[in-house]
């Protein structure tokens, strides 16, 4: 009886060994050369003007997390702030061009935002009061935020027809609102113009031919009144979604060094709604698709606007509001985590996240501030990636997505590797292309020779490689409990979750040999520290 039973559970146990396939490969990274380079504080996240009353789908996501009302004395948020050494932050979103700044002459009366059948997105026009503004730049300068401040690009404008507005912009409330920052002392990273008002917009559309002329006379303010200063904020625009058209208009009617950072909006998961949001999450097809629009913007730039960065400057994945149960998970950081290594690739100087908090697609819960997974995401590629972007190449499937840059702070190179496939571990030899190189080259020279250059090649080092032991750093990202839609990331076999006094955990990697091979489990994510590695592109 003993026996059956052995060879029953022997045989029950034999699809779960087969569903795990094994597949072995390379990685080779080329350390010689940059292909592109980011901003070092390149990971950004936005605080949105959405009220509590937003809704989408018959859910409310947004609680009280806008600008105008955020629980900024909440002790877990300016510790998830903090974390981040300098974190950049983009006040922003689709109220943006219908807030009115109680300050200086205003004409018009100013209210909070209510709900109104004919108002643009369905919201009246909306009110920062300057007492609240103080409490905001309090706020960012004892966590040391790096502030991007989105204008309203609508004010003094009229409807023409449909979503299309026209008229001179009025600059009148801006430039008031600017002057009482500088007598603050308050320090503005960068000012941003309008939000989502380019190509046919969200809600409203703005020609592009008078955008460049309003942005022209926005730099003269700036330049009027940040002169003699010892810091200018840069000028960010159009802050909306890709028009090729649109956007090439928008650099040759502004001209030379007016735009200092050209951003654009990105979701390319569609509705938050969608049903099939996990399975386009984990489809390396439809996530290479995003890489047509960062090539398009980078092509307009070279070739129109040589003298302006490209930023993304609002990414939730999927929009209104994000895909509840799903933007807020574990398996949100495939798709996020993609997007920031295939950003970089494409000279993007900046990657805005939709949201710090509010709605389903914040870093944080928008009701207890706690940490969502992507925040440690996040946290883990603002410490880990530095700002070069080296050329990666592998032999894998497309299920398994790799970047490589520059390690943050050190010597070295940090990996960061993706397996979306459900059922393939993937042991990967990590090589260096320089080696690579000296191997074919010293090929040709002699037997032994050869011999020993292969012995280098698999060493992760370079060509100052010993036979003493060296180690690499790796961090592994998994699920709790191996549920992809879990809202606890685990971080090589350990939940991520607050201290007890609400302090962010330690993320602490484990240590392995540098010439064992990189074991990448099925619907695993992971970020590798090769501190030895020679890459002169490093410096």
């Known amino acids: 009886m003993e026996f059956r039973l052995i060879v029953f559970l022997f045989v029950a146990f034999i699809p779960a060994i087969l569903a795990e396939d094994i597949s072995h490969g390379t990685i ?100 920062l009061h300057m007492e609240r503004w103080d409490e905001l730049n309090h706020f960012f300068n004892a966590t040391g935020v790096m502030l991007t401040f989105g204008l309203n690009a609508l004010h003094g404008r009229h409807k023409i027809k449909r979503s299309l507005w026209g008229g001179d912009w009025d600059s009148s409330n801006a430039q008031d609102v600017m002057k009482y920052t500088i007598s603050k002392g308050y320090q503005i990273d960068s000012w941003e113009f309008g939000n989502e008002l380019s190509g046919n917009g969200v809600g409203a559309h703005v020609l592009a031919e008078q955008y460049g002329k309003d942005l022209i006379h926005l730099k003269k303010i700036i330049n009027e009144l940040y002169k003699g200063s010892q810091f200018k904020p840069s000028l960010v625009a159009p802050g909306g979604f890709f028009d090729r058209e649109w956007f090439a208009k928008l650099l040759q009617i502004s001209g030379s060094s007016i735009i200092d950072a050209m951003s654009h909006h990105i979701y390319n998961l569609g509705a938050g709604v969608d049903p099939k949001l996990v399975s386009k999450i984990l489809d390396p097809n439809h996530l290479s698709k995003a890489a047509n629009t960062f090539s398009n913007l980078t092509h307009i730039i070279r070739r129109h606007g040589p003298w302006a960065s490209a930023w993304v400057g609002e990414s939730g994945g999927a929009y209104n509001s994000g895909g509840p149960h799903v933007s807020d998970t574990f398996v949100n950081s495939f798709w996020y985590l993609d997007q920031l290594g295939m950003a970089s690739k494409y000279h993007t100087k900046v990657y805005c996240r939709q949201t710090l908090i509010g709605g389903n697609y914040g870093l944080l819960n928008a009701t207890t501030y706690v940490p969502n997974p992507d925040y440690y995401s996040a946290l883990l590629w603002h410490r880990l990636m530095g700002k070069m972007v080296l050329a990666v190449d592998s032999d894998a499937s497309p299920f398994l997505r790799s970047y490589a840059h520059c390690s943050k702070g050190r010597a070295g190179v940090t990996l960061l590797v993706i397996n979306l496939s459900n059922q393939t571990n993937f042991i990967m030899n990590a090589q260096n292309s320089i080696n690579l190189k000296l191997a074919v080259k010293e090929q040709s020279i002699s037997r032994d020779s050869f011999t020993h250059s292969l012995k280098k090649t698999f060493s992760w080092v370079g060509v100052k490689a010993s036979d003493e032991a060296l180690f690499r750093e790796e961090y592994h990202l998994t699920p709790k409990n191996g549920y992809l839609q879990s809202r606890t990331m685990v971080l090589n076999g350990i939940p991520l979750e607050l201290t007890s006094t609400g302090n962010i955990p330690r993320l602490d990697p484990v240590h392995v040999n540098v010439k064992s091979p990189i074991s990448i489990s099925p619907l695993s994510i992971a970020f590798i520290v090769f501190p030895n590695f020679e890459a002169p592109a490093c410096g």
């Open 28 to 127: 080779v990274v080329d350390g010689t050369t940059t292909v592109a380079q980011t901003d070092d504080n390149f990971i950004c996240a936005t605080i949105d003007w959405w009220p509590h009353d937003k809704c989408d789908y018959k859910q409310c996501p947004w609680h009280y997390t806008s600008v105008t009302n955020l629980d900024l004395s909440h002790p877990f948020l300016a510790k998830a702030v903090q974390a981040f050494n300098h974190l950049r932050i983009r006040v922003g979103g689709s109220l943006q061009d219908q807030v009115l700044y109680n300050v200086g002459n205003l004409k018009f009366p100013c209210h909070p935002f209510r709900k109104m059948k004919d108002g643009l997105f369905g919201f009246s026009k909306g009110c």
